[in-house]
């Protein structure tokens, strides 16, 4: 089993940043991927970036160039740093892990979730 525990969510004024965090633990030696969903009020929920265990990295277009996804082996955390925040950032990001090829839309394990909210 694997346990991922987020941390950093909150309130934000358009333009401004946040780093999420994702520490993992448990068996994480099995662990070939991580990375962030969000889920907002009414939308379907959207895979934001995705780290692989060689470092290899992917993002969503509405996040592209904003976002940055990294990860700590030693400390088996997985941040995302986010900038020049928009309102239409605002969801509950979930932090994810896959023992599979690669994450998506259905990974093996789920963190609970931090809010993110940014206002106008």
């Known amino acids: 089993q694997v346990q991922l525990v987020e941390s950093g969510g909150g309130l934000v004024q358009t333009g401004g940043s946040l780093r999420l965090s994702c520490a993992a633990s448990g068996n994480t030696f099995s662990i070939t991927a991580m990375g962030w969903h969000r889920q907002a009020p009414g939308k379907q929920r959207e895979l934001v970036a995705t780290i692989t265990s060689a470092g290899s990295t992917n993002y969503a277009d509405s996040v592209k160039g904003r976002f940055t996804i990294s990860r700590d082996n030693a400390k088996n955390t997985v941040y995302l740093q986010m900038n020049n925040l928009k309102p239409e950032d605002t969801a509950v990001y979930h932090c994810?892990?896959?023992?599979?090829?690669?994450?998506?839309?259905?990974?093996?394990?789920w963190g609970r979730g931090t809010q993110v909210t940014v206002s106008s």
């Open positions: 994810a892990a896959t023992l599979g090829i690669a994450l998506g839309p259905s990974p093996d394990y």
